[in-house]
């Protein structure tokens, strides 16, 4: 399957991405997820409307990380800056990485998937991965150089080099 195809697919009620050419479909994900997703995603928003940073952008956003065969992952919420933002009339999937990328587990996640997950987004552009383990509030984050940051519930999630002055701590949206 490709990008395109995707693209034509519709499934009812479920998610789908597309990985290395095969079609992933996942039961929607529930909601605690819903709710630690969205959470997040309204405080990055706030802070990048009010800095002009770039944009924000929920799950039913796709990005193609790689192609043939192609990959196109959709994160539950991203950040793109500025100066890489595709064009507002673009049809189908960008090709990029988010600078940006948050991954909330839901209960059915298994280990194996999200660190692929997390290296097809490092190695399709992303510049930082927020893994936000709710059931265990916890959090990771990930970066290209290889690094890894274990976060306590009692700890802040910063935005870096990559989204820098925005900080929250884990528990405010846990």
């Known amino acids: 399957m490709t990008a395109d195809d995707l693209l034509r697919t519709s499934i009812p009620d479920k998610r789908t991405e597309l990985v290395r050419g095969v079609l992933v479909v996942r039961e ?23 800095t002009g940073a770039g944009q924000v952008v929920s799950g039913d956003t796709g990005f193609k990380l790689a192609g043939d065969p192609d990959t196109v992952r959709a994160p539950d919420v991203a950040f793109i800056g500025r100066e890489r933002l595709p064009d507002p009339q673009t049809r189908g999937f960008p090709a990029l990485g988010p600078d ?26 992303a510049r ?20 890894e940051t274990h976060l306590a519930e009692t700890s802040t999630l910063e935005g870096e080099d990559v989204l820098p002055g925005f900080s929250c701590s884990l528990s405010s949206i846990l």
Not at 36 to 48: D, G, Q, T, W
Not at 100 to 125: H, I, Q, Y
């Open 28 to 50: 929607p994900a529930g909601y605690g997820h819903g709710r630690v997703s969205m959470e997040l995603a309204y405080l990055l928003s706030s802070y990048v409307k009010g």
């Open 128 to 147: 930082l991965v927020w893994v936000i383990d709710p059931e265990r509030r916890v959090a990771r984050v990930y970066r290209p150089d290889g690094s």
């Open 100 to 125: 940006l990328v948050v991954e909330v587990l839901s209960p059915d996640d298994r280990p194996g998937e999200t660190f692929a997950k997390v290296g097809d987004w490092l190695e399709g552009g």
